[in-house]
């Protein structure tokens, strides 16, 4: 879309630099463009990312390495101004996993062994499951909110070709459900307060350690935004209790929900 910043990857370190195993292929040639173009890096945890005055597009410089761990840990890290951009213009991210209907996307937010997972694994024909474990509510221009899968972290699912999502997928996001294990299936509808609790504190976990490396006034501020747009949000989606059983059709459940607050 025009005028998004663009978010370019290079790799930087040239192979006979770094020791041990095998490594990729270095981009030694942009680098010496870039300071030529006046380009300047801002170090930080296994990166740096390179930015020129006037202009919003980064290049994150990645570490040469053979170990996937550590790829991954650079990833996350890179992914830090992207999580700033969105909290900045409305949105926010949420740990939760996210399911598709009809074009529409649902968000099934918990802490872990909530029920996540197993209520992904139970969907039928007619839903996709898109995530699994983090979501990134996005503010579009327009007021609208759109919601889109987050890579899964853990390197052994990683490995294991799980958790790879396609992350330019966005959905318009048609509700959020917060998922609580019980002996029957139903949806209940929560007030605008509660909710902007419950999205305020699933955010706060998918957010975990994202800003502790800025001083308090800085991390205060970044909280306080995450509340604000988590109050906002409330506001203009609607949040629910979802109680699932083992067996149970839980997404006729939803349906249900949804369609009673659309008629």
Sequence with gaps: MSGLPILRFIRGLPA????????????DADLACLEKEGWTAQAQAYLRIWSLPGRTDLIFELLNTPFDHVEITMMWHAL???????????GLPIHSALVEHEGTGY??????????TTCCKRLPSGWRHAADDEALVVRMPNGGLVVHPMPTWNSERLKNGEGLW????GLPLGGI???????QDEAL???????????NGSAGQACRNR???????????????LFQ???????????????????????????????????
């Design 177 to 183: 459900f917060f998922l609580e294990k019980s002996f």
């Design 107 to 116: 968000l099934l937010a918990g802490v872990g062994g909530s029920g996540k």
């Design 16 to 27: 006979d630099v770094v020791g041990g195993g095998k490594h990729r292929p270095s981009d």
């Design 80 to 90: 830090q101004p992207v999580y700033e951009q969105v909290i900045t213009s409305g």
């Design 229 to 263: 747009n988590s109050c906002r949000i409330s506001n203009d989606v609607c949040s629910f209790v979802l109680r699932v059983t083992r067996t149970g059709q839980f997404w006729t459940v939803i349906e249900d929900a949804v369609n009673r607050m659309t008629t």
């Design 211 to 225: 800003f502790h490396h800025h001083d308090l006034a800085l991390r205060r501020k970044w909280l306080l935004r």
């Design 166 to 169: 396609n992350i330019n997928a």
């Design 189 to 199: 509808l929560i007030g605008r307060g509660e909710a902007a609790a419950r999205i």
